[in-house]
């Protein structure tokens, strides 16, 4: 069973207020990922870390900013919340399976997401 | 750039029966894997099942299996006896075997189970 956390599951917040949400996995898996999904609709990438020290921008543009200091935690920062970020963010990573000159990805594992709520 | 489509926003079954949930897919690429996510309402998403596109043969995991149709790029899934735990989103996903940095998630079909 994977084991990937994040925290707080719920969060209900002013605008203008800094937060962080937390993702934590204990995998080992070299790579991390931050989705935000809307109710109902489908995931976005906006964030993702090849590992320590790596970070890239993804699909779908984000105020939101990111570290990776240590592999198997992978902070997200929203510095200003604004009510445009209401939204559930979903953590995720995976493991590479190496297989010749090609590098096979295995699946992803998500965490069970935080609903973040800007007032 | 690749794209995948799940046409069927929602859908029903009745307890015990069968459904097929649609997907299609578009990419240039030969190499690639496909994946049914499961996300019940409110709780953490897991997968569901795996493609390898290499591989002809159909994956399946218990009441699970999918119709991998390479040429006509269709991945469906189906779910047999289906049981009220089924209930959830569904999303069909696309991930390149040459680039490591993201998969492409449809925008999900919500699967009802009627008692």
């Known amino acids: 069973e994977a084991d990937i956390y994040q925290t707080p599951r719920y969060l209900v917040i002013g605008t203008g207020k800094k937060i962080t949400l937390e993702c934590s996995q204990t995998m080992g898996h070299d790579k991390m990922y931050w989705y935000q999904q809307d109710p109902g609709m489908e995931l976005h990438l906006i964030h993702y870390?090849?590992?320590?020290?790596?970070?890239e921008k993804g699909d779908l543009s984000s105020e939101s900013t990111v570290s990776r200091i240590r592999t198997e935690h992978f902070p997200l920062t929203l510095e200003s919340a604004r009510p445009s970020h209401t939204s559930q963010y979903l953590c995720?990573?995976?493991?590479?399976?190496?297989?010749?000159?090609?590098?096979?990805?295995?699946?992803?594992?998500f965490g069970p997401g935080t609903r973040l709520l800007v007032l | 750039a690749q794209t995948v489509t799940q046409s069927q926003p929602e859908m029903s079954v009745q307890e015990a029966e069968t459904v097929t949930l649609s997907c299609t897919y578009d990419t240039s690429e030969s190499d690639y894997y496909l994946f049914w996510y499961k996300q019940p309402p409110s709780r953490q998403m897991i997968l569901v099942i795996r493609q390898e596109a290499y591989k002809q043969q159909n994956a399946t995991e218990n009441r699970f299996s999918v119709n991998f149709q390479k040429a006509a790029k269709s991945f469906s899934l189906k779910i047999s006896d289906s049981q009220l735990g089924d209930a959830a989103m569904y999303f069909c996903a696309y991930r390149s075997a040459y680039r490591d940095d993201k998969i492409i998630f449809g925008k999900g079909t919500r699967l009802h189970i009627l008692p």
């Open positions: 870390s090849y590992g320590v020290n790596s970070t």
């Open positions: 995720a990573s995976s493991e590479d399976t190496a297989l010749g000159v090609l590098s096979l990805q295995e699946t992803q594992y």
